[in-house]
């Protein structure tokens, strides 16, 4: 048969699009749509699914909510009512054309802990509450799962990077031109003041100049200078954003984004290089439990956190009267008569909300049961889904989920609350669902970790 270039450009555009189901939901018809994205109803779509990443991060993060910038305040709180409504019909638009399978197979890791989530609301003392907290908190998730199935992986990650970049870019001229909205704590000097950029202090504008160093890492197929700059960029601004907590999260995840790839070509069974990462963060556990003061002395840190560790054995004490399914969702991380009298006694330390750990937030909000559904999916994807599945994107999904474990131990994130690392975890795990996993027990070697999604 002769190969026609018509046929070659056709073989093209169905690799280059994104991966859906093989078989069962999607009619011919429907396949050869999504697999020829050239035509002006595809771009919009993609331009749609684009601006939702941008619209959900924006939201996730606070940006320019500020309290001297009411007139932009007022506009993020319409933008937030529009979002709503936006993620919904995308994501019914994309069920319509898609069927459930694939979106079902996404969402199933996370279905248990958002299931237990529900009886625990239910069985509260303020469910319509914790019922309201779980409907954002899935829609948040349906975001994520409809921008990763509907784009290339590869625009998603590169979408996700420029909103990033934008952020911290607008946040260093405001630094800069407007250092009232900038500094974090008002001063006029940016000698010995903490960054905070144009977000609402300086650990969010920390946590997302991490996030930023996270995806300049990932995204190799960039222009080299454009990747080292903005490296070198996020990374000056961690640093003056005062955020030892992100600091630490940016040093872990690029010491993870460096071992993962070496250990998977390695010829070993995926189950024992498994054992090997998790064995090594358990040492490393160890290592800063018994050495925890000297260590925390070298970052500037006293030996109790800033008071997270006093914080920490009250809540869970607390968390203890709930043991099974918690005292329901929002208890443990807003203001809730669950906690009010623990805000009240340290109240020293300021507006103290929340336990300033997940985990314990977790425990606390749906109990054991929704501790051990929510941790089990993370350890899995950091430690085993790399070395059972092909390509890069298993690679990236594990970075997020160990970015997120990290980042847990010191603020209390992602319980069900609208939480940026979730949105981001799920959007990397959408197109790594689909993918057949193989055999903890089969040896995996010379794994690609090159461009391929």
Not at 193 to 210: A, E, H, T
Not at 228 to 238: K, T, W
Not at 280 to 293: D, F, K, P, Y
Not at 359 to 379: N, Q
Request: charged share 10%; net charge positive.
């Amino acid at each position: 048969m002769i190969d026609t270039q018509a046929s070659r450009i056709s073989r093209v555009r169905v690799a280059d699009a994104p991966l859906l189901p093989p078989s069962g939901d999607l009619a011919i018809g429907s396949c050869v749509a999504h697999a020829c994205r050239g035509n002006d109803g595809d771009v919009a779509v993609s331009a749609l699914y684009k601006l939702l990443i941008a619209m959900t991060i924006i939201h996730f993060t606070s940006f320019l909510l500020l309290p001297d910038l009411p007139n932009m305040v007022s506009a993020l709180v319409i933008a937030r009512y529009i979002l709503w409504p936006f993620i919904t019909i995308l994501f019914v638009i994309f069920l319509i054309k898609n069927g459930v399978t694939l979106v079902a197979r996404v969402l199933a890791p996370f279905s248990p802990y958002f299931i237990i989530g529900v009886l625990s609301a239910c069985l509260s003392d303020a469910p319509f509450d914790g019922l309201k907290l779980l409907v954002f908190w899935l829609l948040g998730t349906l975001a994520s799962v409809t921008a990763g199935l509907g784009l290339k992986s590869v625009v998603a990650l590169r979408t996700t990077f420029f909103v990033f970049f934008f952020m911290i870019f607008s946040s260093l001229l405001a630094i800069f031109l407007f250092p009232h909205f900038g500094v974090f704590n008002g001063a006029q000097s940016f000698l010995g003041s903490d960054w905070s950029g144009l977000f609402i202090n300086k650990n969010v504008f920390g946590k997302i100049c991490q996030c930023e160093l996270l995806f300049a890492l990932i995204l190799t197929e960039m222009n080299r200078t454009l990747r080292l700059s903005v490296l070198g960029l996020a990374s000056f601004l961690l640093l003056h954003s005062g955020s030892q907590s992100a600091l630490i999260v940016a040093i872990f995840q690029s010491a993870y984004w460096i071992c993962i790839p070496i250990l998977r070509r390695r010829a070993h069974p995926a189950w024992v290089k498994s054992v090997i990462i998790l064995g090594t963060l358990l040492a490393s556990a160890l290592v800063i439990i018994l050495g925890r003061a000297p260590l925390l002395a070298l970052l500037g840190r006293d030996a109790t956190l800033t008071g997270r560790t006093d914080v920490w054995q009250v809540w869970i004490n607390r968390a203890m009267q709930s043991f099974w399914l918690g005292a329901g969702p929002g208890s443990f991380t807003g203001n809730s008569s669950a906690t009010a009298d623990l805000t009240q006694a340290f109240s020293r330390y300021g507006t103290i909300y929340s336990p300033h750990n997940m985990y314990i937030g977790v425990f606390g909000e749906v109990g054991i049961l929704g501790l051990i559904t929510f941790t089990v999916p993370l350890i899995y994807m950091f430690a085993v889904l790399p070395f059972t599945r092909e390509g890069r994107m298993p690679v990236i999904c594990g970075l997020l989920a160990f970015t997120m474990a990290l980042g847990g131990l010191s603020e209390t994130q992602e319980v069900f609350g609208l939480g940026l690392n979730m949105f981001l975890l799920v959007l990397a795990y959408a197109p790594t669902a689909h993918r057949p996993s193989k055999s903890l027990l089969g040896v995996r070697a010379g794994i690609s970790h090159g461009r391929q999604g």
